[in-house]
C-alpha cells in the first residue's frame, strides 16, 4: 500500500479514503491522484497556529511525554500535553501547547523543541510548506541555543531535528530518520524516542509502504515496524506507538496484529477524539463494521466535547479531523445496517458543512469535491434508513454542485427502491445520466467525478431491473459499477464508495440463475471486505439455491455477526 494513503494534499481538510472510482477514459494524471488519496486532515502550517494564552488543557489524551530542561511544573505539564496532543494528531493544538510551555518558561530549550518538532512534516500530509519549514528551522536553532540545561540526548534530538529543516532538500527526511534511529538504538527502551523515530521512518519513504502481497516494500518500513513493536514490547499501553502501528499494519498483510493494541486505545486516551477513532482503521480491514461505527460516533462527540471545555480556533468545524471521523463512522453505519446513528450522523454531516450545497468558490472546488464525495455516504443513509419524509426534505443541491446532485439523486433512488418503485428509480438514474450528458464536472478531478457519478446511476439503474425482474439488465447495471470500483483497491479507510458493488453483482447473477457465479464473486470480493454482512447473506441464499443447506447455514450466521439492520433482501444487496 502506497505511503501516500496517509498524506493529505495541500487543499483538502478532510480524511479521505482509497478512492475506488474513476470513468474508464480516466487519464493517466487522474489515475495517479486515484492512487494517491487523502486521510487524516489537511495539511496545516505554522500560519494557522492561534494564539496561546487561553488555551486550556483537557484531560484524557493519554500518557505520553518525558521530562525536559524546566524547573516550572507547568511549563513540564503543557510540553507533556504537546506531545500527547502530537500523537492524537491535532497538530495545531500540540504547537499551541508547546508553544504555553515557552511562555511559561522561556528558557526551555526542549519546549522550542517541541514547537518545532509539532509544526513539521507529519502523516497527515502537513507541515511540508515553506513557511513550516522556515519557521520549524528557526525554532529548533532557538532550542538549541536555550538547551544548556537538556540532557546529551536531548540536545541530539534538537540536532536532529534541525537536519529535518535544514540542508538538501531531498535528503532531509531521511538525515531526520537516520539520526533519530541513531538515538533510538542507543536509547532502545526510551519509548519516547522510538515513537519518534518510527514516525520518521514512516514519513521517509516516497513509494509504497507495502507491496500487493502486503510485505514491506521499503526497508524504512521494516525499521519503523521493528522500533514500535519493540516499543510496545516496553510499554504495551502507550497511546503514541499504538496510533503508529495502527496505521503501519493496517494495509500490511496481516492488520490483526494491532487489533488488541486498538481495542484497549480508546481506555488509554478517552478524551483524543482522534486515538478513540483510531482503531476503526483495523476495525474495518478486518471486517468489524459495527465497532468502527461506534468508534466514531464517540470521536465525533468528543470533538464537540473538546470545543465546549477548550475553545479551539475556529470551533469543532474547523477541526482538521472532525469530517473524517463522521465519515468513517457512516461508512461502518452502512455495511453494518446501523440505522439510527448513521442518520444522526449524516444529519450533522450536512449541517456542519451547509456550504457544501452551494455553488463553489473560486479555489476551493477539490476541497469542496473531497466533502461531496464524503457527503455521498450520508445521502446513502437517507436512502438506504431514511424516512420518506427525511428523504422529502432534503433540499436540492445548486445546480453548480453535480457531485452533489448525484448523491442526492441516489438517496431519493435508493428510497424508491425500498418502496418496490421501479420507474422512480429509473428517473433517479437518468438524472444522474443527464447530469453527466451536461458535462458540468469541472476542474482537474473532473474524470474522477465522472466515475464516481457513472457509479450511482449504474447502482440505480441495477436496483431497477431487479425490481422489474430483469435480471440480465442487473448483471450488466451492476457489472459496469463493479468494473468502476474495481479500478483501485475498494476496501479501508472508509471506502469513498460506501459497499463493494459486486454484492450487487452477485445478487443479480443468483437471481438470474447463476447461483454457482455469485458464490464465486462473493467470496471473492470477501477478501476484500471481510464479514461484509449483506454479502453473507446473498451467499446464504446462494448456497439454498445450491441446495447446500449446512453451508447456507454457516453463511446466514456470519451474516448476523455484523448486522444490526432490518431484514436483507436480494433486491437491495
Known sequence: ??????????????????????????TGATLALLENPQVCGRPETAGDVQPTADMVMVPGFGTDGFPVDTTNPEAQAWFDHGVRLRWAFEHTESVRAFRKARRLDPDCGMCAWGEAWAMGPNLNGGGTDELSIATGLRVAREARRLARDATPMQRQMIDALIQRYSGKESSRAMRFARAMDRIAKRNPDDVSVGNIAADAWMLQPQGDWWDENGKAADPAVTRAMEILEHSLAVKPDNPGAIHLYIHLTEWSDDPHRALAYGERLARLAPAASHLVHMPSHTFYRVGRYKDAMMSNVQAVALDKAYDRLASPPGGVKAMRLHAHNIHFGMGGALMAGGAEKGLELADWYMAAYPGLMAAPRAGEEGFIVYRQIMAADAYALYGRFGTAAQVAALAEPDAGRPL??????????????????????????????????????????????????????????????????????????????????????????????????????????????????????????????????YSYYVLYRAELARGDEAAANEALRRAGVEWIGGPMSLAEA
Not at 428510497?415 to 418496490?420: D, H, L
Open 1 to 26: 500500500m502506497n505511503k501516500a494513503i496517509l498524506a493529505a494534499t495541500a487543499c483538502v481538510a478532510c480524511l479521505i479514503a482509497p478512492i475506488a472510482v474513476a470513468d474508464a477514459t480516466a
Open 404 to 533: 452533489m446532485r448525484t448523491g442526492w439523486r441516489y438517496a431519493r433512488g435508493e428510497a424508491a427502491a425500498r418502496r418496490g418503485d421501479s420507474s422512480a428509480v429509473r428517473l433517479e438514474a437518468q438524472a444522474i445520466a443527464d447530469l453527466l450528458a451536461q458535462d458540468g464536472f469541472k476542474g482537474e478531478m473532473a474524470d474522477r467525478q465522472k466515475g464516481f457519478a457513472e457509479l450511482f446511476q449504474k447502482v440505480l439503474e441495477g436496483r431497477a431491473a431487479m425490481i422489474d425482474g430483469d435480471y440480465q439488465a442487473a448483471v450488466a447495471a451492476y457489472g459496469r459499477a463493479a468494473a468502476i470500483q474495481a479500478m483501485n483497491p475498494e476496501g479501508g479507510d472508509p471506502p469513498l464508495i460506501w459497499y463493494p458493488t459486486r454484492r450487487s453483482l452477485a445478487a443479480a447473477l443468483l437471481a438470474s440463475g447463476d447461483a454457482a457465479g455469485a458464490k464465486v464473486k462473493i467470496e471473492e470480493l470477501l477478501k476484500d471486505w471481510p464479514n461484509d454482512p
